[in-house]
């Protein structure tokens, strides 16, 4: 795991951006922050694809310190992706429930998660989870050590928004 890091310095009222680089080859990773109180903060996703507009998602920052967040998702016309993080200095495992609008479980996952790590995948492609697709209903995602949180991304192919998560 590599990375890199910056302070800033924020006059009262104030507001700044950081960006990385949209260039070169595809990184993935994910983002810590430490925010003090009163400031806020939120991520940008962009997609780039030549002849085609820009497509961005707007996601809030979530806690490090969860042990458990819930997402609604709709795979009736479109496609749900979780990322999952591990912002804790232990291992853990990522229980998974999803659960039809009727409330009833359609399906459960476990995912293992090493410290400091991040997974992401289609939800419907995680072992177990295959019943979404058709469907809509909820996902609890809860960790018996360490903590998670959690993105939900939708797609219909050609638009990207973000679906935020409830954290505990």
């Given at each position: 795991m590599g990375g890199s890091s910056t302070v800033v310095n924020l006059a009262g009222?104030?507001?700044?951006?950081?960006?990385?680089?949209?260039?070169g080859p595809l990184s993935q990773g994910y983002v810590s922050l430490s925010l003090p109180q009163g400031v806020d903060a939120?991520?940008?996703?962009?997609?780039?694809?030549?002849?085609?507009?820009?497509?961005?998602?707007?996601?809030?920052?979530?806690?490090?310190?969860?042990?458990?967040?819930?997402?609604?998702?709709?795979?009736?016309?479109?496609?749900?992706?979780v990322a999952i993080v591990n912002p804790s200095a232990v291992p853990?495992?990522?229980?998974?429930?999803?659960?039809?609008?009727?409330?009833?479980?359609?399906?459960?996952?476990?995912?293992?998660?090493?410290?400091?790590?991040?997974t992401e995948s289609v939800l419907r492609n995680i072992p177990g989870l295959s019943s979404v697709v058709g469907k809509r209903g909820s996902a609890a995602f809860t960790?018996?050590?360490?903590f998670i949180a959690v993105l939900g991304l939708r797609s219909d192919g050609l638009a990207l928004t973000s679906i935020p998560t409830a954290q505990k």
């Open positions: 009222h104030g507001t700044t951006l950081i960006e990385a680089p949209n260039n939120y991520g940008v996703f962009r997609f780039s694809l030549a002849g085609a507009p820009d497509q961005e998602a707007v996601v809030p920052l979530s806690s490090a310190f969860s042990t458990s967040a819930n997402l609604l998702w709709d795979d009736t016309q479109s496609v749900t992706a853990t495992t990522v229980a998974i429930t999803v659960r039809d609008v009727n409330g009833v479980v359609i399906g459960t996952a476990s995912i293992p998660l090493a410290a400091a790590n991040k960790v018996t050590s360490g």
